[in-house]
């Protein structure tokens, strides 16, 4: 009987990602052609994720990378203005719905992959992140992980979320 309970409360009590020490977690949200808005899936997600940072007790910081249907076509290029506004709204609904969550979020942030006039993306185009920085510091190796997991898990149709904890 104690193993079913133990299971049970496995099943219904979140996880903090971050107990072991991990203070940087990622979900990707996959979008149909053309839709901007979240689904009942995106939102699951998003509430998963939020919910076992703020078990924590910590200020959580909000980035991600989004996509629109077309794969970005290179620096100094930009997408159609249809692309770039798909890319643009999923970041509005994304964005919207983190701030209705009400969860503790101190810091958001969203590059639009669809557009080359952003930083991000035209670091994103080298092969290396650290080709795009002159000297280490602390933030940077932050930096390079999210670089990382955008380069990783990143593609059209897509939008890659990093939460990181404040210390």
């Known amino acids: 009987m ?18 072991a020490g991990e203070n940087m977690q990622s979900i990707v949200l996959d979008f149909d052609t053309g839709v901007t808005e979240l689904n009942a899936k995106h939102s699951k997600e998003i509430d998963a994720i939020l919910k076992s940072a703020a078990l924590d007790k910590k200020e959580i910081d909000v980035h991600m990378a989004v996509w629109a249907d077309e ?29 209705k969550t ?8 969203a590059y639009n992959m669809a557009e080359g006039s952003n930083w991000f993306v ?8 650290k080709s ?28 890659v979320i990093v939460l990181s904890l404040d210390d």
Do not use: C, H
């Not at 159609?80 to 701030?99: C, E, G, L």
């Not at 009400?102 to 942030?109: C, G, Q």
């Open 122 to 129: 035209r670091v994103f185009q080298l092969d290396d992140f």
């Open 2 to 19: 104690k193993q079913i309970l133990t299971l049970v409360a496995f099943l219904i009590l979140p996880l903090s990602a971050w107990s």
């Open 102 to 109: 009400k969860a503790d979020v101190d810091d958001m942030e």
């Open 132 to 159: 795009a920085i002159s000297e280490s510091t602390e933030d940077d190796e932050v930096y390079e992980r999210k670089y990382q997991i955008y380069k990783q898990k990143g593609a059209p149709k897509k939008a």
């Open 71 to 99: 794969d970005f076509p290179g620096v100094k290029k930009s997408l159609d203005k249809q692309q770039r506004s798909i890319a643009k709204n999923r970041i509005k609904a994304i964005k919207d719905y983190i701030k």
